[in-house]
């Protein structure tokens, strides 16, 4: 299963997320699911990087099954927006999968 937690300021403002594991959704290369996480969360640290000032603190693991991003500046409203809505595309994916991929967002 691929969980994302996602770390918030008391007044909403994300400061970082995390996605570890797999889906398991379909054999490796075929997994719908993983590819989608994927391209969601990829999607939004490239948005991140090429139409903001703010360069996160980005970690990948070896195997792919692990990302890391912490946000310098939470008070970015370009940056929070291309968050948000990379959260709003994985909570979208987690409604049709959840049994593959879980999104926590602690505050």
Do not use: W
């Not at 993983?34 to 990948?60: D, H, I, K, Q, R």
Request: charged share 25%; aromatic share 6%; with cysteine.
């Amino acid at each position: 299963m691929i969980r994302v937690i996602v770390d918030e300021t008391s007044d909403g403002r994300i400061i970082s997320f995390e996605m570890t594991g797999h889906a398991d959704f379909a054999e490796h290369g075929k997994d719908l699911v993983c590819a989608a996480a994927s391209a969601v969360s990829f999607g939004a640290v490239n948005s991140v990087y090429a139409l903001t000032e703010t360069e996160p603190e980005v970690e990948l693991g070896d195997d792919g099954g692990y990302l890391s991003v912490r946000v310098p500046d939470p008070e970015d409203e370009s940056v929070q927006l291309i968050l948000k809505s990379m959260i709003v595309s994985l909570q979208t994916i987690e409604r049709d999968y959840g049994e593959h991929i879980k999104v926590t967002i602690n505050r």
